[in-house]
Each structure stands twice: as structure tokens, then as C-alpha cells.
Nanobody
Framework: QVQLVESGGGLVQPGGSLRLSCAAS????????MSWYRQAPGKQRELVAV???????NYEDYVKGRFTISRDNAKNTVYLQMNGLKPEDTAVYSC?????????????WGQGTQVTVSS
């Protein structure tokens, strides 16, 4: 069984920073793409950034220059460093990982962590 556990959310003032972490655990053969999504109240979930196991990264335009995604393959962990936070970044942030246990890979999701940007 695979679990993704996120941490690092909270309340921060505009212009502040937060660092999210998401660790995968369980019977894991390989971890492929790891990504962060977010869902604001009343809106659909949207992709924030994705990183593959070779370190190739893609960001959505609205976070370029402010957010940095990284991963530690030895720890099966993905991070999201968020700088210059804006009120519109307020959302529940969730990580997703494509993981193979024994066989074809499947997508797994974390439980989500709340990020609130407010003065």
C-alpha cells in the first residue's frame, strides 16, 4: 500500500514564503512524475508544477519565478518552495505521484494541505 503525506501548509502574509513537502511511503518499486496541484474555493483543481525522476520541470505560468519544485529521489519526496505568495494563491495544495508497486504505474494523491495567504 502506498501513502503520500504532505506537510508545510499554513497561514502566511502576502509576500511571504512557505515550503511544502510530500513524502511517498509503502511498497514502492519506482516513482515517476511527482506534481503539485491546488484547488481554491469554488474553483477546479489546477496543476501547479510537475517534476519527473530525471529532474525535468514544468511550471504553470502563474507561478513561474515565484515557486520552485524539487525532489529527493532517495527519500521519494517532492517539495514546493513558494515565495512571493499572493492572496490568490490561497488553496488546498495536493501532491500527486505516479508510482509503480509491482506492475503498471498508477497515480496516488496526498490528502492535501491548506495554504492561506492573508494579512
Amino acid at each position: 500500500q502506498v501513502q503520500l503525506v504532505e506537510s508545510g501548509g499554513g497561514l502566511v502574509q502576502p509576500g511571504g514564503s512557505l515550503r511544502l513537502s510530500c513524502a511517498a511511503s509503502g511498497t514502492i518499486h519506482a516513482v515517476y512524475d511527482m506534481s503539485w496541484y491546488r484547488q481554491a474555493p469554488g474553483k477546479q483543481r489546477e496543476l501547479v508544477a510537475v517534476i519527473n525522476r530525471e529532474g525535468v520541470i514544468n511550471y504553470e505560468d502563474y507561478v513561474k519565478g515565484r515557486f520552485t519544485i524539487s525532489r529527493d529521489n532517495a527519500k521519494n519526496t517532492v517539495y514546493l518552495q513558494m515565495n512571493g505568495l499572493k492572496p490568490e494563491d490561497t488553496a488546498v495544495y495536493s501532491c500527486k505521484a505516479t508510482i509503480s508497486v509491482w506492475g503498471a504505474p498508477d497515480d496516488y494523491w496526498g490528502q492535501g494541505t491548506q495554504v492561506t495567504v492573508s494579512s
